[in-house]
Structure formats: C-alpha cells, structure tokens
C-alpha cells in the first residue's frame, strides 16, 4: 500500500511536467496549427501539408500524454480517499500507483529528448572489429539485437548494405530505422559494444573478447538542408550480392557513393564511402546513397556543435562518440553500460533487444543537456 507520501511526489512530478513542457503553451499552439491545416488549399502543396500534419500530431501527442498522466493522478488520488471508506483494495491502488509511475517515467524520459534532431528517423551502422569469425558474429548478435528492439518498439526497419562474414556473421551492415524519436533513443547506441564470451568457434574453448562498433546518425530527410558539393562526389556501380533473384546478379543495380569531405575547421580531407544495394533499381539506390551521405555530413555538424558546447561546460560529462561503451560478459551474466555504470543480469533479454533500461539510463543522465547553436 503507498503512503501519502509517494502520492504526493506523484502530483509533484506531475505539476513539474506541467511546467517543463509548458502545456499550455503548447495547447495554443496546437490550436494555432491545426486551424492551418482547414485551409481550403491545404493539400496543394503535399509536402508542405505532411509537415504541417506532423507538427500537429507532436503537439497532439504532448498534449495528450499529460492529460493522460493528470487523469491517471486524479484516479490515484481519488482511489486513495475512497481506501478510507473501503471502496477499494490496496491492491487496485498499487496497481493504479504502478501504471501512474510508468506513465509518468515515459513522458519524462520523453522530455530529455530536446535537441532538434532527436524526433528523426535514424541510420545505424555495425562494423565488426579484428578478430575475423568472432567478431563478425558478435557484430550479426548486434544486428539482431537490434532489430528485435525496432520490431518491439514499432519502428520500421531496412536494411540499405549487408556484407556476409567469411565464414559466419557479417562485416558491416547499415540499417535505417524509421519511426518518431528513432534516433533519439538509439543515439545512446553509438560506441565499441565488448563481448566476452568462451567462443563457439575456438577449438580449445576458451574465452575470448571481441569488438565491434556501432555508428548512429539521423536521417535527414527534404525538410533538413545540407549542401553537397557536386564537385567532391564520384560514383562507382555494381553486382549485387544475396538475396534478391537473378536480376540482382547480373545488373549492375549497386552503387558506391565516394564523397571527399573537407573539415571546415582544419582543412583535412577525408574520404565518406557509401555502399547501397537496398533496391534492385539503380537509381533508387542512387537516391537512398545520397540521402545517408546527406545524414553523415549533418552528424558531423551536429557533433562539432557539441564539441564546442562541451568546451562551454567543461564541467559536465561529455559524450565520448567512438569510445568503448558497453561490455556483454556471457559467462558472469552481465551487461554494463560503462558511462552510466547502469548493469543487469539479464544477458538473454538484452540480446532479445530488451534494451530500454540503457536507453533510459543514459538519456536521464545527459538527454537533457541543451546544445546552444
């Protein structure tokens, strides 16, 4: 049974919620928006209007996930009263307190996704480290891990590269996952994934460590402007591999995308290789190259505005992109988020894609730091 204590802390959230996301603000806005959407030329101009429905809905939604967290408050509250005349059991009022607490957790963790570029979709990236066999088969664990939590979470997932292992898993694969905050929950992704395990492919059954590195950037879409200089970008054509019929073997539907980028700040230039072999037109595939070079060169804006925020806040944390995040150990059962120090025993559901926990743990301790452009 909960004490007027935790149903106070409860209403006390809720009213902070009511501040931070600014309600009522947002409820003017709302209605703002939505009288635009009666226009009588409205649908004219689609992509314009599909916009113009997606800001409605996000308010929408934030509206609607407060009403739906103050509804769940009042319940509690008035359940609470009604435990004193024995209208209802301190079961039904803790199981009432359980649903109000993960209402309210979602929308909290929900407001730590501010930067801009949190509500897009997301291009996630696994390369499998030295080590040949085993590390191309952790790197395949990821991808499946992965996918599972797409699937769980409602996301569409497909994949743009897949390249097969020698002799098992795969070297890389590239994946765009489409979906509301897609890339603000799977940005905490980003890093060496460390896997310790006694390998199934060592004779001698001894254990053995393995890397393999995760990239996540948003996918922009027309709406995100990002220049690219024609004369940097060069294209190579080839056969497919895989799946996909005899069509895919004997055209030269795959493309290979080399752009060469110039660092704004110091002058280097490096070279961005994209491979893209998602559809068996080359011109789509063309298309899809061009907007995940698109997303790459926004992340790497996107990263130097952090970096130069970081040098502003040399007090707080600051997000290591590359650097050894996460260790898988099979044989301890345990998985450890090495920034947060957030752990859990269980292995088996993470790899199921069970990963909201790390999610979370992250986004609670640097989701809400503000970027300042």
Excluded at 7 to 31: F, G, H, S, T
Excluded at 97 to 112: P, V
Excluded at 154 to 181: F, P, R, W
Aim: contains cysteine; glycine residues 6%; proline residues 2%.
């Amino acid at each position: 049974m909960i004490t007027i204590e935790q149903l106070k802390e409860m209403q006390e959230r809720v009213e902070a919620l009511n501040k931070y996301l600014d309600i009522p603000r947002k409820q003017m806005e709302y209605e703002e928006e939505q009288i635009r959407t009666q226009a009588p030329d409205f649908w004219d101009d689609a992509k314009r209007a599909e916009e113009q429905m997606k800001k409605v809905k996000g308010l929408e939604k934030w509206i609607k996930g407060y009403a739906e967290v103050r509804t769940l408050t009042d319940e509690l509250a008035t359940a609470f009263d009604f435990y004193k005349e024995e209208l209802v059991t301190e079961e039904e009022i803790d199981d009432l307190y359980a649903k109000c607490s993960e209402a309210i957790e979602a929308l909290e963790l929900r407001n730590m996704l501010r930067q801009e570029e949190d509500p897009m979709d997301a291009v996630l990236k696994i390369n499998s480290g030295a080590g040949g066999t085993e590390s191309q088969d952790w790197a395949q664990m990821l991808m499946r891990m992965y996918m599972r939590w797409a699937e769980a979470n409602g996301y569409k997932l497909s994949v743009s590269n897949l390249q097969d292992g020698d002799e098992a898993g795969i070297k890389t694969v590239t994946m765009e996952i489409e979906g509301e905050y897609a890339y603000g929950y799977l940005k905490s992704e980003s890093g060496v994934h460390r896997l310790v395990r006694v390998s199934p492919y060592n004779a001698q059954g001894k254990r053995m460590t393995s890397f393999a590195s995760v990239f996540v950037t948003p996918l922009v879409d027309d709406t995100i402007e990002v220049y690219v200089d024609p004369a940097r970008v060069s294209w190579d054509t080839f056969r497919s591999s895989g799946a996909g019929g005899q069509n895919v073997n004997k055209v030269e539907t795959g493309v290979r995308l080399r752009y060469m980028y110039k660092d704004p700040d110091t002058g280097e230039e490096e070279e961005i290789l994209i491979e893209n072999t998602e559809s068996r037109k080359q011109l789509e595939n063309r298309e899809n190259a061009m907007r995940l070079l698109k997303s790459q060169l926004y992340d790497r804006a996107m990263k130097k505005r952090m970096e130069a925020q970081a040098k502003i806040e040399a007090g707080k944390k600051k997000i290591e992109w590359g650097s050894q995040i996460r260790s898988y150990v099979f044989d301890d059962r345990r998985v450890k988020d090495h920034r947060t120090g957030y752990q859990t025993s269980d292995v088996g559901g993470v790899m199921d894609g069970k990963i909201d926990a790390f999610i979370k743990a992250y986004l609670m301790e640097f989701g809400g730091v503000e970027t300042e452009n």
